[in-house]
């Protein structure tokens, strides 16, 4: 079936540094979200994409359809950007499927 | 950032009871999805909705689970008879295009706990 393999699935970073996620699928997906699940345990949307790249702020996010892969880079990381971060992939016909989620944490 | 309502936010229920929980999604949205999300943060489909109208629901919540979402009222979904593996944060979300998914949006969840 339908496929999301996310990594890494821990990250640790100190203030001001910088890394990547990634979620590669096993098919082909129309489009990809990804969220941030906060300390309060709400799922906030960072970004919704069905191809190329958006950047908001410290955050950039690629989707790639054909090569079936998405990033989400972060750089300068805040303390506040620590949580869970998921990828969850559209794969049609109103299936959605989840990545296993990336535990981040940042540090001073 | 989210405007999809979910209540209680959390259930405690002894095995055998019925859990129901509901969910307000974003105006405007007509479609509705249901998933559980485990200790492991792995995020299982139950069921979901374009208005009224189930459109997809897996085995164990045809089986075990009654969901519906009705017209001017919230949706819901319910366990018939709760088992201590039901134990999970049951997130509603919707989005806001009927014929295919766009963004999803969801909400806080109802996190369940059976004893």
């Known amino acids: 079936g339908d496929q999301v393999e996310q990594s890494p699935s821990a990250l640790s970073l100190h203030e001001g540094t910088g890394s990547a996620l990634r979620c590669n699928f096993t098919t082909t997906m129309r489009a990809v979200q990804w969220f941030r699940k906060n300390s309060r345990g709400s799922l906030i949307n960072l970004f919704y994409l069905a191809s190329g790249t958006k950047e908001n702020g410290r955050l950039k996010s690629a989707f790639d359809s054909k090569e079936r892969y998405s990033t989400l880079h972060i750089r300068d990381a805040q303390l506040e950007d620590s949580g869970t971060y998921f990828c969850?992939?559209?794969?049609?016909?109103?299936?959605?499927?989840f990545g296993s989620g990336t535990r981040l944490l940042v540090s001073p | 950032n989210s405007k999809v309502i979910q209540t209680p936010r959390y259930l405690v229920k002894g095995q055998g009871q019925k859990a129901k929980m509901r969910c307000i999604p974003e105006?405007?949205?007509?479609?509705v999805f249901w998933y559980q999300q485990n200790k492991n943060n792995e995020f299982k489909f139950l069921i979901n909705f374009q208005n009224q109208e189930v459109l997809q629901q897996i085995d164990m919540t045809e089986k075990r689970f009654s969901a519906e979402c009705p017209s001017n009222s919230p949706c819901s979904l319910e366990i018939q008879s709760s088992e201590a593996g039901d134990s999970a944060l049951y997130l509603c979300?919707?989005?806001?295009?009927?014929?295919?998914?766009?963004?999803?949006?969801f909400g806080k969840g109802t996190r369940l706990t059976v004893v």
């Open positions: 979300a919707s989005s806001p295009t009927g014929g295919a998914v766009t963004e999803v949006f």
């Open positions: 969850a992939a559209e794969a049609g016909g109103y299936k959605v499927v």
């Open positions: 105006k405007g949205h007509p479609v």
